[in-house]
C-alpha cells in the first residue's frame, strides 16, 4: 500500500512538473510571437560617432523599419565599455535590451584583474556582424620592403625596437605583443591616446612599428608617407590581394577585430531566433556589406552557439598572450 502511494506522489509530481515544462514552453513562444511589443534598447560602449555607435544606429534603423517597433541606441561610453556590459548584464533577458559590443568587450577581460561579470558566460552571444584587420606598418624609409625583411630586421637589429598603439589594451597593443612573443625580440611599447597621434608619430619616424586599424593607416600608405608589410588576419585579404599575412611568415598569427550584438544570459530561445534571424538577414544585405567595407571591414555573420565559441576563443587566446609575454597594463 505505501508503495503504490510513493508511486503516486512520484507520478503526481512528474505530471505537475511536466505541465509547469509545458507552460513555460507555451509563454516562451507566445512571448517570441508578441516580440516586439515596446521599444527595444541598443547599448553601445562607446560614445556618439564612430565604428560601434553607427553600427548600432544602422541595425536599430532596420529593426525599427522591419518591426514597427523603436530601436533605440543608448551610448554608454565609459571604463573601456565595462558599464554599458555591466548595465546590459543587469538587465532583464527578454530582447529589450541588446548590447552592440566589439573585441574590447574581450580584451578587457584578459587585461584587467577584476570584472563585474564574465565576458561570455553573462551574455547571450546572437551574432558576429563584422570582422577586420589590422595593418602592420613602418615608416617609409624602413629598411625592410617586405614581410620576410621585417622579420628578419626585428630579429637581427642590435637597435632598441620600439611600437606604437592606440593605446593600451588595444588591438595594436597585443598584436605587437604577439609578434614580440611569437618571434622572441625585445621591443618596448609605446601607447598613444588614439590611433591619429600614433600614425603622426610613425609618420615622424619616432618609432619602428604599428598594427593600426586598416582604413586610417592604408590612406597614409597610399599616399607614400608609411609602408604597408603585412595584414594581420589569418590569410591575404581579397581587398589586399598583394598585401602577405604575418601567419606565412608566422603560421598562427591572427589578431582580428570585430564587431557582434549580444544580450543578457538566458534569453529564451524563441526571442534569440527573432533577434537572431533578423540580425543576420541585415548583415548580410548590399547595404550593410557596402556599409563595413567603407571602414575597412568585412560582413560576418554566424549563429548564436558559433559567435559564443569565437569570444570563448578570443578570451583564451589573448589571456595566454597577456600572461606569456609579461606586458604591463596599468
Same mark, same amino acid.
Not at 514552453?25 to 564612430?50: K, M
Not at 564587431?259 to 534569440?272: E, I, Q, R, T
Given at each position: 500500500m505505501?508503495t503504490?502511494?510513493?508511486y503516486?506522489?512520484?507520478i503526481?509530481?512528474l505530471?505537475?512538473?511536466?505541465g509547469?515544462?509545458?507552460a513555460?514552453?507555451?509563454?516562451?513562444?507566445?512571448?517570441a510571437?508578441?516580440?516586439?511589443?515596446r521599444?527595444i534598447?541598443?547599448?553601445?560602449?562607446?560614445q556618439?560617432?564612430?565604428?560601434?555607435?553607427?553600427?548600432?544606429?544602422l541595425?536599430a534603423?532596420?529593426l525599427?523599419?522591419v @518591426?514597427?517597433?523603436q530601436?533605440?541606441?543608448?551610448?554608454?561610453?565609459?571604463?573601456?565599455?565595462v558599464n554599458?556590459?555591466?548595465?546590459?548584464?543587469?538587465?532583464? $533577458?527578454d530582447?529589450?535590451?541588446?548590447f552592440?559590443?566589439?573585441?574590447?568587450?574581450?580584451i578587457?577581460?584578459a587585461?584587467?584583474p577584476?570584472?563585474?561579470?564574465?565576458?561570455?558566460?553573462?551574455?547571450? %552571444?546572437?551574432?558576429?556582424?563584422t570582422?577586420?584587420?589590422?595593418?602592420?606598418i613602418?615608416?617609409?624609409?624602413h629598411?625592410?620592403k617586405?614581410?620576410?625583411?621585417?622579420?628578419? @630586421?626585428?630579429?637581427?637589429?642590435?637597435?632598441?625596437?620600439n611600437?606604437?598603439?592606440?593605446?593600451?589594451?588595444?588591438?595594436?597593443?597585443?598584436?605587437?605583443?604577439?609578434y614580440?612573443?611569437?618571434?622572441?625580440i625585445?621591443a618596448?611599447?609605446?601607447?598613444?591616446?588614439?590611433?591619429?597621434p600614433a600614425i603622426?608619430?610613425?609618420?615622424?619616424?619616432?618609432y619602428h612599428?604599428?598594427?593600426?586599424?586598416?582604413?586610417t593607416?592604408l590612406?597614409q600608405?597610399?599616399?607614400?608617407k608609411?609602408?604597408?608589410?603585412?595584414v594581420?588576419?589569418?590569410?591575404?585579404?581579397q581587398?589586399?590581394?598583394?598585401? %602577405?599575412a604575418?601567419?606565412?611568415?608566422?603560421?598562427g598569427?591572427?589578431v582580428v577585430g @570585430?564587431?557582434?550584438?549580444?544580450?543578457p544570459?538566458h534569453?529564451?530561445?524563441?526571442?534569440?531566433?527573432?533577434?537572431?534571424?533578423?540580425?543576420?538577414a541585415?548583415?548580410?544585405?548590399?547595404e550593410?556589406v557596402k556599409?563595413?567595407s567603407?571602414?575597412?571591414?568585412?560582413?560576418?555573420?554566424?549563429?548564436?552557439e558559433?559567435?559564443?565559441?569565437?569570444?570563448? $576563443?578570443?578570451?583564451?587566446?589573448w589571456?595566454?598572450?597577456v600572461?606569456?609575454?609579461? $606586458?604591463?597594463?596599468?
Amino acid at each position: 500500500m505505501a508503495t503504490r502511494l510513493s508511486y503516486s506522489i512520484i507520478i503526481c509530481a512528474l505530471l505537475s512538473a511536466c505541465g509547469v515544462l509545458a507552460a513555460t514552453v507555451a509563454a516562451s513562444a507566445a512571448a517570441a510571437d508578441n516580440y516586439p511589443s515596446r521599444p527595444i534598447r541598443i547599448l553601445t560602449p562607446a560614445q556618439p560617432g564612430g565604428t560601434t555607435d553607427y553600427l548600432a544606429r544602422l541595425l536599430a534603423a532596420r529593426l525599427t523599419e522591419v @518591426w514597427k517597433q523603436q530601436a533605440v541606441v543608448d551610448n554608454r561610453g565609459s571604463a573601456s565599455g565595462v558599464n554599458a556590459a555591466e548595465i546590459t548584464k543587469n538587465a532583464a $533577458a527578454d530582447g529589450y535590451t541588446l548590447f552592440l559590443l566589439y573585441h574590447q568587450h574581450i580584451i578587457n577581460a584578459a587585461i584587467l584583474p577584476a570584472l563585474p561579470y564574465h565576458p561570455v558566460n553573462d551574455f547571450t %552571444p546572437i551574432s558576429q556582424m563584422t570582422e577586420a584587420s589590422t595593418l602592420l606598418i613602418v615608416n617609409a624609409s624602413h629598411p625592410a620592403k617586405s614581410l620576410k625583411e621585417f622579420v628578419e @630586421w626585428s630579429k637581427a637589429t642590435k637597435e632598441p625596437i620600439n611600437f606604437g598603439s592606440a593605446g593600451i589594451g588595444s588591438g595594436g597593443h597585443l598584436g605587437g605583443e604577439l609578434y614580440k612573443m611569437m618571434t622572441g625580440i625585445k621591443a618596448q611599447h609605446i601607447p598613444y591616446k588614439g590611433t591619429g597621434p600614433a600614425i603622426i608619430d610613425l609618420i615622424a619616424g619616432q618609432y619602428h612599428f604599428n598594427f593600426a586599424g586598416l582604413a586610417t593607416s592604408l590612406v597614409q600608405v597610399r599616399a607614400g608617407k608609411l609602408r604597408a608589410i603585412a595584414v594581420s588576419a589569418p590569410r591575404r585579404l581579397q581587398s589586399l590581394p598583394d598585401i %602577405p599575412a604575418v601567419a606565412e611568415a608566422l603560421p598562427g598569427f591572427e589578431v582580428v577585430g @570585430w564587431y557582434g550584438l549580444a544580450a543578457p544570459a538566458h534569453l529564451p530561445k524563441p526571442v534569440l531566433a527573432k533577434i537572431h534571424a533578423e540580425t543576420a538577414a541585415y548583415v548580410k544585405s548590399p547595404e550593410f556589406v557596402k556599409r563595413a567595407s567603407a571602414d575597412g571591414a568585412e560582413a560576418v555573420s554566424n549563429d548564436p552557439e558559433t559567435f559564443r565559441q569565437f569570444m570563448l $576563443a578570443d578570451l583564451k587566446k589573448w589571456a595566454e598572450v597577456v600572461k606569456r609575454s609579461g $606586458a604591463r597594463f596599468n
